[in-house]
Every structure is written in structure tokens, then in C-alpha cells.
């Protein structure tokens, strides 16, 4: 049976792409979020009363993190010592967060601006284990910005 518009999206993975090059797909994103603050402005109204007036701040965004199964490629690695070694200006990028369906359609899309990761994860390890080995990259950004 054919999905309805109205129907909610289901996410079957996700891409991180950093100015233009693929740096990942990924089974796990969490954080994205926009949040304006209240400014509380007391004031009084024409009438004597003392009220207060709630008005819009400043707009800030959740840091965001994926996970993903480790895999072979340093790409994540090689960015985040970009600011380890203090070359945060280098390691701005701009980026896109794609939402996939199980067909593997893009059915989401968040823009992100100067976006750079301010921690890396790598697995837990158990020799008795039989789990997979996940890495966890979080970034932080100035904007966001939902496309579809």
C-alpha cells in the first residue's frame, strides 16, 4: 500500500555529506533542533499594570550527533583533528543531512552552515563480544535549515 503525504516518515539511514564530498551514511542521527530563547521585558501597560512581555531572543541549534558502524575510511577522524590541531577556521564546512526510506529515496533534507565536529567516538570493545563496532561523530553548527 502506497505511503500517504500525511503519513509519518520512516528513517532508514542517513548521509552526512560536508561540502559536497560523502563523508557517510549513518544508522543513527540525533539533535537536530532549533530553539529560539524568551526574553522576558517587563514593562508597564497604558493602564498602570506591571507586565511582563515575552519577546524573541537569540536562535540557537542543537549539536548533533550520528553513529554509524566503524568502517575503514579516516575521513571523520581526519576532520576532527583538523581542530585538535587549532584549525577550526579549516575545518568549518558546510553540510547536508539526507534522511533515507528503505528504497534508499531521499524523503528529508537538513542544511547545515559552519558546521564542525566537536567530538569523536570511537567503538567500546569486548573480545567476548559479538556486536558491531560503532563510532559517534558530534558537530556543532551556526544554522540550520530544513529543505524537504
Known amino acids: 500500500m502506497p505511503a500517504r503525504a500525511t503519513d509519518p516518515l520512516v528513517g532508514f539511514s542517513f548521509s552526512l555529506d560536508i561540502s559536497g564530498a560523502v563523508a557517510g551514511f549513518f544508522t543513527e542521527v540525533s539533535g537536530l533542533s532549533s530553539e529560539t530563547e524568551v526574553v522576558e521585558h517587563k514593562i508597564t501597560d ?16 542543537g549539536d548533533i550527533t550520528l553513529k554509524r558502524g566503524i568502517t575503514a575510511t579516516m575521513d571523520m577522524w581526519t576532520w576532527r583533528k583538523q581542530v585538535e590541531d587549532g584549525n577550526v577556521g579549516g575545518a568549518r564546512k558546510n553540510a547536508t543531512i539526507t534522511m533515507y526510506d528503505q528504497s534508499l529515496t531521499p524523503i528529508a533534507k537538513w542544511n547545515l552552515t559552519n558546521v564542525w ?15 558491531f563496532g560503532v563510532e559517534e561523530l558530534t558537530i556543532t553548527h551556526e544554522m540550520m535549515v530544513r529543505e524537504q
Open 46 to 61: 497604558p493602564s498602570g499594570r506591571d507586565i511582563i512581555q515575552k519577546i524573541p531572543g537569540r536562535t540557537k541549534y
Open 117 to 131: 565536529p566537536t567530538k569523536i567516538s570511537g567503538p567500546s570493545m569486548q573480545s567476548d563480544g559479538n556486536n
